[in-house]
């Protein structure tokens, strides 16, 4: 799963992406260099359980982050768009806005960004309908005429400044609009971007805007760049200590890291076993079986069953012998819809 950081220059947008991923990028550089890395997502539980049997492995789930040129924030007054191919590919953005400096507006800035996805979409959808429309009247072709159909749809909603995130479709049309890539049609992590004398009013400034959260579309965090970027660069007695000092108990780029992953619909099971205590990410949804082959497709195929034990009654009883003694260890079959968090061991034959 891939995540777009977009925003205008000076926001802080790669130095969000440093604070995520432990590099060095150079701040505030306009040479449009795209950065790209493969980030933890932190898990308490896995720290836990690997506290508890002691692994000679350990291994957390991840998503990609992409840092690349590609937004101006020209809102509709933007002439041109170099929009890079792998910012289309990613799965949702992460949107930076500067909520720091004395120039800051981040409700005018968040307004300004989206009417440039807006009318990014606006632009592709207007050469598509042309192409596909000389297609449909040179071939008669049915699902041609079904399409123009849609991305009508889609062009209304644009040219009422509405962004495909905010629209109903149903099934078959999502999966249909999939292959265009629409910018606007992308979840969105909002991440405002504080002052190091604001860091105690993160929450009061996030219900300042929080109209703008919608479940499973939109998320707001609230960081101050800087301090997290300074963060990740200090040993774990020095950044405790940095972080009593500022009166944070959790650093602000683990819940980004954390609502990021949850707004692209993941969730993680797990497994724990002293070879390694690791972090499966699957879709929320998933059934046992197929939740297996994201281990291997041996395990899919030869599916038997999945012995599956909450986190919480893991953590209280401690010893998978205790969870059978306690009668909390549960067998599923297939069709079981894998919760977040559970302790599997899956059996199969193959």
């Given at each position: 799963?891939?995540?777009?950081?977009?925003?205008?220059?000076?926001?802080?947008?790669?130095?969000?992406?440093?604070?995520?991923?432990?590099?060095?990028?150079?701040?505030?550089?306009?040479?449009?260099?795209?950065?790209?890395?493969?980030?933890?997502?932190?898990?308490?539980?896995?720290?836990?359980?690997?506290?508890?049997?002691?692994?000679?492995?350990?291994?957390?789930?991840?998503?990609?982050?992409?840092?690349?040129?590609?937004?101006?924030?020209?809102?509709?007054?933007?002439?041109?768009?170099?929009?890079?191919?792998?910012?289309?590919?990613?799965?949702?953005?992460?949107?930076?806005?500067?909520?720091?400096?004395?120039?800051?507006?981040?409700?005018?800035?968040?307004?300004e960004?989206?009417d440039?996805?807006?009318?990014?979409?606006?632009?592709?959808?207007?050469?598509?309908?042309?192409?596909?429309?000389?297609?449909?009247?040179?071939?008669?072709?049915?699902?041609?005429?079904?399409?123009?159909?849609?991305?009508?749809?889609?062009?209304?909603?644009?040219?009422?400044?509405?962004?495909?995130?905010?629209?109903?479709?149903?099934?078959?049309?999502?999966?249909?609009?999939?292959?265009?890539?629409?910018?606007?049609?992308?979840?969105?992590?909002?991440?405002?971007?504080?002052?190091?004398?604001?860091?105690?009013?993160?929450?009061?400034?996030?219900?300042?805007?929080?109209?703008?959260?919608?479940?499973?579309?939109?998320?707001?965090?609230?960081?101050?760049?800087?301090?997290?970027?300074?963060?990740?660069?200090?040993?774990?007695?020095?950044?405790?200590?940095?972080?009593?000092?500022?009166?944070?108990?959790?650093p602000?780029?683990?819940?980004?890291?954390?609502?990021s992953?949850?707004?692209?619909?993941?969730?993680?099971?797990?497994?724990?076993?002293?070879?390694?205590?690791?972090?499966?990410?699957?879709?929320?949804?998933?059934?046992?079986?197929?939740?297996?082959?994201?281990?291997?497709?041996d395990?899919?195929?030869?599916?038997?069953?999945?012995?599956?034990?909450?986190y919480?009654?893991?953590?209280?009883?401690?010893?998978?012998?205790?969870?059978?003694?306690?009668?909390?260890?549960?067998?599923?079959?297939?069709?079981?819809?894998?919760?977040?968090?559970?302790?599997?061991?899956f059996r199969?034959?193959?």
């Amino acid at each position: 799963m891939k995540l777009g950081i977009i925003g205008k220059s000076q926001s802080g947008k790669t130095t969000l992406f440093n604070a995520a991923s432990g590099h060095q990028e150079s701040v505030g550089d306009f040479s449009k260099t795209m950065h790209r890395a493969q980030i933890r997502v932190p898990d308490d539980r896995v720290d836990t359980l690997a506290e508890l049997i002691s692994p000679k492995k350990i291994t957390f789930a991840q998503i990609e982050f992409l840092d690349a040129p590609g937004v101006s924030g020209g809102g509709k007054e933007t002439v041109s768009f170099e929009i890079s191919d792998e910012l289309r590919q990613a799965d949702a953005f992460v949107m930076v806005i500067d909520a720091f400096s004395e120039q800051g507006n981040p409700e005018k800035e968040m307004a300004e960004l989206l009417d440039e996805l807006i009318l990014a979409d606006n632009v592709q959808i207007e050469t598509n309908l042309e192409r596909r429309k000389r297609k449909a009247k040179l071939t008669g072709d049915k699902s041609a005429a079904q399409q123009i159909g849609l991305l009508e749809k889609c062009l209304k909603a644009l040219n009422d400044e509405t962004s495909l995130l905010d629209c109903e479709f149903d099934a078959e049309e999502q999966k249909t609009l999939r292959g265009y890539q629409f910018l606007s049609m992308k979840p969105l992590l909002i991440v405002l971007n504080i002052s190091e004398d604001k860091i105690g009013q993160a929450e009061s400034i996030l219900a300042q805007y929080e109209k703008l959260a919608k479940r499973d579309k939109r998320e707001l965090a609230a960081i101050c760049g800087k301090i997290e970027m300074d963060l990740v660069t200090l040993d774990e007695d020095e950044r405790q200590a940095f972080m009593s000092e500022l009166g944070i108990s959790t650093p602000a780029m683990d819940v980004v890291l954390q609502k990021s992953y949850s707004l692209l619909g993941l969730i993680s099971y797990l497994t724990a076993a002293e070879p390694e205590v690791r972090a499966w990410t699957i879709s929320r949804g998933m059934t046992a079986q197929r939740a297996a082959g994201v281990i291997h497709s041996d395990i899919e195929r030869g599916f038997i069953r999945a012995e599956v034990t909450s986190y919480d009654d893991y953590i209280s009883l401690r010893t998978p012998a205790a969870i059978k003694a306690a009668g909390k260890q549960r067998l599923e079959g297939k069709e079981y819809i894998v919760a977040d968090g559970d302790v599997i061991l899956f059996r199969f034959n193959v």
